[in-house]
Structures are given as structure tokens and as C-alpha cells.
């Protein structure tokens, strides 16, 4: 069975500093990776995947994640942490030939940048 | 990317009682799915809403607990039935459009309160 985890509860970061939320996956197959946030008091908003391709991807609001297969991992970066970032994060996973959109979300990290 | 409204966004019922949440999306999509984000956990997979036919479950809920309907390509209904406080949680309806694009889209949650 497919599975995500998220390690850490909580992130802190100054503004300015890059930050990383971490995220590891657990599938069969070949896995199609997603990040999504959410604000709070708010549904999830997609943020990037990972189908297939180059390793690093890159998706909305600076944010970009590096799928590495052999450390089974996905985690989501910034080069530059915003106030405005302070949110809940998932990572979520499904496997590449359920032929089926069902999405395992991980346990969600908070994330809080600091001014 | 598809828009997915929600109604209602939060309500406040009795125990005993049902209430019906529904989804509209404002396009045709392949799948609808309800989730559930219990206070501070991650989101749960309810059900698949197929359309024209039964819902399909995940292990651990049941269409007499939580019937669903979807009529068409753009509309979802979800009722949770006999409401008990452990049902207190954010309800989410999520729509994808094909197996190739892989995300899927949320709407902006129902969050319920039983008391």
C-alpha cells in the first residue's frame, strides 16, 4: 500500500532563509508526488508534482521539490523563506498505474517563518 | 485547473441529525472525491463519487453513514447522517480531471461542528 511520510510536526525559518520540508514516500510502483498548502480556514491548493522528467521541479509561488528515487524522498523547497509562507504543507502520493486519481496525503508539517 | 465551490462553508448541527454538503465544479471532471481532515490530522479518503452509480468506500465508512450522489460530470453531494460530535471535522471535495494530469483540485472545505 501506498504511503507518505512527513517527519517533522513543525518548521520554523527565519524570513529571507531558504527552508525544506521533508517528505518521504512509500509505493509499489512508480510514484506521481504532489505538494499541496493550506491556509488557514482554507481547502488545499496544489502546489507542484512530480509526473516524470527532470528530478527538480518547480511550481507555484517560488517552491520547488527534488524527486529522488533511490532515498525515496520529496521534499519541498524555497530558496527564500516569506512571512506569507506560514502554513500547513502535505505531500501526497499515488501510485503511476492505479489508472485512478486517489491521493495519500501525508500528515502535514506546519510551517512558520519568522519576520 | 478546475474551481470547485463548496456549500455550506460551516455549519454548527445537533447530534442526531444529518446534513447534506455539496460540491459544484466548474467544469467536467473525470473524478470526484470526498475527504475528511479531522482537527489537526491529515485528510481521509470517504469515497470515490461516481457518476450515475454507487458511491465506492474506503474501509471504515459506509454509505449509510455518509451517503453520496453525483448526478452529473459537475456535481457532488455528501450527507453525513446521525451526526455524533466524533464527526466534527473539515469536509473536502476534490475533482481531478483525467489520469495523465494527476493533481487533483479542492474546494474550500465544509467545516462542521456537532455538538
Known amino acids: ?81 516569506l512571512v506569507s509562507d506560514s502554513a500547513l504543507y502535505f505531500c501526497a502520493v499515488r501510485e503511476r498505474n492505479t489508472g485512478f486519481q486517489k491521493l495519500v496525503f501525508g500528515t502535514g508539517t506546519r510551517l512558520l517563518v519568522s519576520p | 485547473s478546475a474551481v470547485i465551490s463548496q456549500k455550506p462553508s460551516r455549519d454548527i448541527c445537533q447530534r442526531g441529525t444529518s446534513l447534506t454538503i455539496q460540491c459544484q465544479v466548474d467544469s467536467q471532471v473525470t473524478m470526484m472525491f470526498w475527504y475528511r481532515q479531522q482537527p489537526g490530522q491529515s485528510l481521509t479518503l470517504i469515497a470515490t463519487a461516481n457518476q450515475g452509480s454507487e458511491a465506492t468506500y474506503e474501509s471504515g465508512f459506509v454509505i449509510d453513514k455518509f451517503p453520496i450522489s453525483r448526478p452529473n460530470l459537475t456535481f457532488s453531494t455528501l450527507t453525513v447522517s446521525n451526526m455524533s460530535p466524533e464527526d466534527s471535522s473539515i469536509y473536502l471535495c476534490s475533482a481531478g480531471g483525467g489520469i495523465d494530469t494527476g493533481e487533483l483540485f479542492f474546494g474550500e472545505g465544509s467545516r462542521l461542528t456537532v455538538l
Open chain 1, 1 to 81: 500500500a501506498q504511503s507518505v511520510a512527513q517527519p517533522e510536526d513543525q518548521v520554523n525559518v527565519a524570513e529571507g532563509n531558504p527552508l525544506t520540508v521533508k517528505c518521504t514516500y512509500s509505493v509499489s510502483g512508480n510514484p506521481y508526488l504532489f505538494w499541496y498548502v493550506q491556509y488557514p480556514n482554507r481547502g488545499l491548493q496544489f502546489l507542484l508534482k512530480y509526473i516524470t522528467g527532470d528530478n527538480l521541479v518547480k511550481g507555484s509561488y517560488g517552491f520547488e521539490a527534488e524527486f529522488n528515487k533511490s532515498q525515496t524522498s520529496f521534499h519541498l523547497k524555497k530558496p527564500s523563506a
